[in-house]
């Protein structure tokens, strides 16, 4: 079975950091690219950065840019987001999605369950 | 950025009966490549998304052939022919075509009357 899960979210205090864990099994990892997704509470989808399948190119929403990074480790088969700087208005589910897993240049084939990031003081 | 607008915002339908979803784009989808990069995704209560069509019309495996996509250019529709129970949720579209940013649409929500 295909599968994504995500690990690491909590309560992080404004100006605090947190890195997310999204564990891939049943595909191969190292030939999809990689997206990380949020939702905020009671809103809607806002993709957040993507990764290509080596690691070397990476792209990130304007929201995000300078204070996020995105990396992955193809022997772990796993990929992260280091949040730094974070703001209360990163408080959303971040979902990992795939891409290009069941067919070829689509995106957001597969979803992980989702981890809850919540900025507060 | 591609700006994504769907319409209704929430779409009240009886059981056995059809909905329509539209989403529209702030600018041609059609990739230099030829292909239209526009993906729908069903996100059911308490759950994550689900794609359900890729490519405007292409049914992701496992999903009932009573969806259907279709569109172009700019212009685009979600089609459930007979819609059940299992149903309920928010839509969403989304444009991979001019990224990044890949762009969602604000999702419409459907419910039964």
Redesign the interface.
Known sequence: EMQLVESGGGLVQPGGSLRLSCAASGFSFSRAWM?W?RQAPGK????VS?IKSDGRDT????SVKGRFTVSRDNAKNTVYLQMNSLRVEDTAVY?C?SDGV??E?????I????AMVTVSS | DVVMTQSPLSLPVTLGQAASFSCKSSQSLVHSDG?I?L?W?Q?RPGQ????LI??VS?R??GVPDRFSGSGSDTDFTLNISRVEAEDVG?Y?C?Q?TH?????????TKLEIK
Not at chain 2, 48 to 51: G, K, L
């Open positions: 997206h997704v809607g989808l806002e993709w993507v792209s990130y929403a304007d979902y999605a069941r067919v240049f689509s995106a957001f084939d979803w992980g369950q989702g | 292909n990069y993906h995704f996100q994550s998304p689900r794609r890729y490519k292409n992701d495996s928010i969403y989304a991979c990224w990044p940013p890949y762009t969602f649409g604000q999702g």
